[in-house]
C-alpha cells in the first residue's frame, strides 16, 4: 500500500513505521491518522509482519501534536467524534497482538504523546521533549491522554503536567516510568530493534497474551468521560482563543 504521510519498512519482520511531515514536525493530521489506521490493519493481518516501530522523521520530532488548523472550525459534537475517532485507531495499536514500541526520537506533544503511550512501551532519545499542552488551547487531550499518562505516571504529576501543560525531558520521562530505555538518537532504533529481537524469540501466542492480559488491567470507561469532555470544551470560548492565538502566534487571553 502507497502512503503519503507514512515511510513503511518491513526488515526481518519489524515493520518500522515513520510518520513523515518533518517540515511540520510530524503533526498529527486526518491523513496521518487515516493511513496509521491502513498501516494498523496491515499489521493485524500480515503474517510477515512480527512487531512494530512507530518513530518519527527527522531529528527534532516523533510527533509534535495534531494539527491545530484541523481544530478551529469544529463544534462539541464534531470534537468529540474526533477524540473517538483518534481514540479508536491508538486503541488498535494498543490492542496489537504484536508488540508496537515506540522510538520517540524528540518531541512527543499532545497527540503524539498520547500516540507514544498507546504504544505497549517506549524508549525516547536523549533530546526527547513529552508534554500534554493542550490547557494551552483551552482544550484536553482526547486521544486518550488523560487515561494513558495517569496509567504511566500517576494521578499527582499526571495532573500536574496536564493542568501546566509543561513538558519532561527523557531523563524525568524515564524516572517516572514513561520511558524504558533513554538513548542517544543515533543508536535509538538500534536498540529497539535489539529488544525486539529478543521479544521476537518468545512465543508469539504467549506474547499476544500477555499483551491482552496487561491492557485488560485498565477501565476503558474513562476514555469515553474523556471524548465526552473534549467535545464540551470545543465549544468554549477559551478553546476559540486558545487556537486562534496559537495559529496567530500570539499569547492566549482566556476568560
Do not use: W
Request: aromatic share 8%; hydrophobic share 40%; with cysteine.
Amino acid at each position: 500500500m502507497n502512503y503519503s504521510t507514512l515511510l513503511p519498512e518491513l526488515e526481518n519482520g519489524v515493520l518500522t513505521i515513520t510518520i513523515n511531515r518533518p517540515d511540520k514536525l510530524n503533526a498529527l493530521n486526518t491523513k496521518v491518522l487515516e493511513e496509521l489506521n491502513q498501516a494498523m490493519n496491515s499489521v493485524y493481518t500480515d503474517d510477515e509482519i512480527k512487531a512494530v516501530i512507530i518513530t518519527g522523521a527527522g531529528e527534532k520530532a516523533f510527533v509534535a501534536g495534531a494539527d491545530i488548523s484541523e481544530f478551529t472550525s469544529l463544534n462539541d459534537d464534531r470534537g468529540s467524534q474526533l477524540s473517538k475517532k483518534g481514540q479508536d485507531i491508538f486503541f488498535k495499536i494498543e490492542n496489537c497482538p504484536k508488540p508496537v514500541i515506540a522510538a520517540v526520537n524528540g518531541f512527543a506533544l499532545g497527540g503524539g504523546c498520547e500516540l507514544a503511550m498507546s504504544c505497549h512501551f517506549r524508549l525516547a532519545s536523549a533530546n526527547a521533549k513529552f508534554g500534554q499542552p493542550e490547557v494551552n488551547l483551552g482544550l484536553i487531550p482526547g486521544y486518550g491522554g488523560t487515561q494513558r499518562l495517569t496509567m504511566l505516571i500517576g494521578k499527582g504529576k499526571a495532573m500536574e503536567l496536564m493542568m501546566t501543560g509543561n513538558m519532561i525531558g527523557a531523563d524525568e520521562a524515564k524516572n517516572l516510568g514513561l520511558v524504558n530505555y533513554v538513548e542517544p538518537l543515533e543508536s535509538l532504533i538500534p536498540k529497539t530493534k535489539e529488544i525486539l529481537n529478543t521479544i521476537l524469540a518468545k512465543s508469539p501466542l504467549a506474547i499476544s497474551k500477555i499483551i491482552s492480559s496487561v491492557n485488560f488491567y485498565f477501565n476503558k470507561e474513562g476514555f469515553i468521560e474523556e471524548a465526552k469532555l473534549f467535545g464540551e470544551v470545543f465549544s468554549s470560548d477559551d478553546k476559540k482563543e486558545g487556537t486562534s492565538a496559537f495559529l496567530e502566534k500570539r499569547k492566549p487571553v482566556f476568560k
